[in-house]
């Protein structure tokens, strides 16, 4: 935390384009001195790319991965002036805004959280709250806090009986709730969807939460394209507004698929950008595998 808030001193005072120089002895780092993540990011990016990465794409990736947590110091001080970001599916979310019934957000690993906050500028009045477990929410709120004491973040923590009755609030009242839901504690039942090209485990617990209730999922990510650039996607991937109890399985088992499909094509377009760095694709004999409403 104390070499967090010595970045987040040094990159205000100095600003965004000096202070991104620091990044690159970052990246070189990890790439010399973190081999496990290495060799994984390694197999994402065989499998993303369709051949062998060169050293060239190893340091890329890892360069975008600190280029975001660096951006995220200016973000999360309101500095969106210094970034060009283009939003494609606006219109989605600003007619998903004016139903008034909320809606989950299923984001992902990708790029930044935080560029999607740009969309909130835009539309006055679109509330977001993130939902995570209470051990993630504390490292979130340390991490946030280091970068900017003031800001505040809207957490909702999951693990408690109480999470899904806060949830139902927010979205009764218009708000939206999001999720990160290509990551698994190891605990928790996961279902197998085909993602570049091999069977990987999602977990269901977000499709449940929305199946449960009955809630239209919209995808977003915020992708960085280099330089001061971010491109923000939202599409609607799933609506269990209409599900009932008898075909909610089936339903929660497709809308798994939509996600992991959709992932899937952000990976494929913007590669540099997926920041899971570790076995995505080891086998999982505890995965529970919902059934489809013809079994």
Not at 77 to 88: A, C, E, H, K, Q
Not at 205 to 223: D, E, K
Not at 270 to 286: E, I, L, R, S, V
């Amino acid at each position: 935390m104390s070499l967090l808030r010595l970045m987040a001193w040094f990159s205000m005072r100095l600003g965004r384009r000096m202070s991104r120089l620091v990044l690159y002895s970052v990246a070189a780092y990890f790439f010399l001195f973190a081999p496990t993540p290495r060799r994984h990011a390694r197999d994402y990016l065989r499998r993303v790319l369709g051949r062998a990465p060169t050293a060239k794409d190893r340091f890329r990736h890892i360069l975008s991965f600190a280029s975001t947590i660096h951006d995220r110091i200016f973000l999360l001080n309101g500095r969106f002036d210094l970034f060009d970001i283009s939003i494609d599916g606006e219109e989605v979310m600003q007619a998903a805004r004016l139903c008034g019934k909320g809606a989950l957000l299923m984001g992902a690993h990708l790029g930044s959280f935080e560029v999607t906050h740009a969309l909130g500028r835009r539309q006055p009045g679109l509330d977001v709250a993130m939902a995570m477990y209470a051990a993630n929410a504390r490292k979130i709120n340390a991490v946030l806090s280091a970068i900017n004491p003031r800001f505040k973040a809207d957490i909702v923590e999951l693990g408690n009986i109480s999470a899904m009755l806060e949830i139902h609030a927010r979205l009764d009242a218009g708000s939206f709730v999001g999720i990160l839901a290509d990551r698994t504690l190891g605990n928790e039942p996961t279902e197998q969807a085909k993602f570049l090209g091999a069977p990987a485990s999602f977990p269901i617990g977000p499709m449940r939460i929305a199946a449960m209730l009955r809630r239209p999922v919209y995808f977003m990510a915020g992708l960085y394209l280099g330089g001061n650039r971010y491109h923000i996607i939202f599409e609607k991937i799933a609506d269990f507004s209409g599900a009932t109890t008898n075909d909610r399985k089936a339903a929660v088992s497709a809308a798994i698929q939509e996600y992991a499909a959709a992932v899937e094509r952000c990976c494929r377009a913007y590669p540099y950008n997926w920041f899971n760095f570790f076995d995505f694709w080891q086998p999982d004999p505890a995965a529970v595998r919902i059934p489809t409403g013809s079994e």
